[in-house]
């Protein structure tokens, strides 16, 4: 059936939320460990939720070959069904330990499902020239929702359930909303297959292709492109508040500084969709994927001088702060042009059945370097403090630059390699509808 085009904007808003509201659950009780610890009477919540992080980034690898395998919308469905049902469980029985324990964990199998069901449905939703706006999207959609959870945590510490009880109701609503929602075929926004007058894909990802998708260069780039710009970013995610807290900062105090994080924190929100817009406008002007490149390169680079300059301000003043915030907020904002390009990038080089998995191994990645860039700015702040760690960390920023400006040699073949292979399914879908008389010479 063909997709009305005034039909797509609700699909992509569907999709927008199912990411935003299962966002929410992962970080949830972040804001209440300490309510937490005090409930149970157990010291040690932080490691509670490591476990839920490490459960959720490894599951991502088994759900995104189901997406590639199965059908898409009943896998939502069963994942959906399984954190909504857990946080119903830990909304009417919060007195017990151990099954708030065993239904949080739970929960993370079914969050774990969402973003590679994005990266696999994105391009089946959207027309070929307008990916990077609505990768953008998705973009703040997953980002947004972290700080989300933690609002919605932080709003009820204290009535710590009710907080699971809101995030179940509006799980179902999802739920319910999905009955009105079709996933379109795979592929089927495809330049290559446009022409077609009847469509068919029938393909689906197979055990021993996993390995092939691994020895795509312009994958194996964005992969390790992944790792070194979330080192850095998990120094900025996890330790501005305190930076701007202490007196290697600007002494503001914890709630001013946690808001003031947030502001000067918050133009990636608008460089996801202002870069994203950029890449299709170029990509469809010059009919390369290379453009993308370009922009995400240049963003990685004047990202790390911005944030450079914005560090090396001197003084803790008003004054100090308010150039700090300016030259932070910029980098920021030029920051946002890797998201949406690398999820676009993505699809120019990945078979329809294919971008589930590699969906969840960008995330599976960069997960890697956010633990990475944990593990070095513990062992760092206490020797250099926030203001040398951090200016030192932006040379990952520069490495996540040349990893992005390698993937301009093999694009270009990893892209031909795909279109033939697209090509070569046209012609049987076109050769199966003359031998059933779908088609006529």
């Known amino acids: 059936m063909k997709v009305h085009k005034s039909t797509v904007p609700f699909k992509i808003l569907f999709l927008f939320v199912l990411l935003l509201i299962n966002g929410v659950g992962a970080t949830l009780p972040i804001p209440n460990l ?21 459960i959720l980034t490894s599951t991502q690898l088994l759900w ?15 994942a959906n069904t399984i954190w909504v049902l857990t946080s119903i469980l830990i909304f009417f029985f919060p007195e017990y330990f151990y099954f ?50 933690i609002l919605i945590g932080g709003f009820f510490s204290n009535s710590w359930p009710l907080s699971f009880g809101l995030v179940a109701l509006l799980g179902i609503f999802v739920g319910f909303w999905s009955y009105f929602v079709s996933f379109p075929e795979r592929g089927k926004k495809e330049p290559i297959f446009q022409s077609l007058p009847h469509y068919n894909y029938p393909w689906r990802i197979q055990t021993k292709e996993y390995m092939l ?14 790792i070194f710009a979330l080192i850095p970013g998990s120094f900025f995610t996890y330790w501005m508040v305190s930076f701007l807290n202490s007196n290697q900062g600007f002494y503001f105090d914890i709630t001013l500084a946690s808001l003031l994080a947030i502001v000067i924190a918050s133009g990636r929100v608008f460089g ?26 240049l963003c990685m680079i004047f990202q790390a001088i911005f944030f450079f300059i914005a560090f ?7 004054a100090s702060f308010f150039a700090f915030s300016f030259f932070f907020w910029i980098g920021s904002f030029i920051g946002g042009g ?39 700015s513990t062992l760092w702040i206490p020797y250099f403090g926030y203001r040398v760690m951090f200016v030192f960390g932006l040379i990952f920023y520069l490495f996540a630059a040349f990893s992005w400006f390698i993937t301009i040699i093999p694009l270009s073949k990893d892209k031909e390699k795909m279109n033939k292979v697209l090509e070569s399914r046209k012609a049987e879908i076109q050769d199966e509808e003359i031998v059933n008389g779908s088609i006529g010479y």
């Open 64 to 78: 995104g070959f189901l997406i590639d395998t199965l059908e898409r919308k009943r896998l939502m469905n069963v």
């Open 272 to 297: 996801y969709p202002t870069f994203g817009k950029l890449g299709d406008f170029l990509t469809r002007k010059r009919k390369s994927p290379h453009n993308r490149v370009f922009i995400a390169t």
């Open 312 to 318: 090396t301000i001197p003084g803790s003043s008003y």
């Open 213 to 226: 998708i691994l020895k795509s260069k312009t994958n194996f780039w964005l992969l390790v492109q992944g």
């Open 100 to 149: 708030y324990l065993i239904n949080r964990l739970i929960m993370a199998l079914g969050l774990s499902a969402f973003l590679p069901l994005a990266y696999s449905a994105i391009a089946d939703f959207t027309e070929y020239n307008n990916r990077g706006i609505v990768a953008s999207l998705l973009n703040i959609a997953w980002v947004g929702s972290s700080a989300l959870g």
């Open 338 to 376: 890797s998201g949406p390009n690398r999820t676009s990038i993505l699809f120019e080089v990945t078979l329809p059945e294919h971008r589930g998995t590699v969906g969840s191994l960008f995330s599976f990645v960069d997960q890697i370097g956010i633990s990475i860039g944990l593990f070095l």
């Open 34 to 54: 300490t309510v937490l610890a005090q409930y149970y009477n157990f010291q040690y919540f932080g490691f509670i939720e490591a476990i839920f992080i490490l």
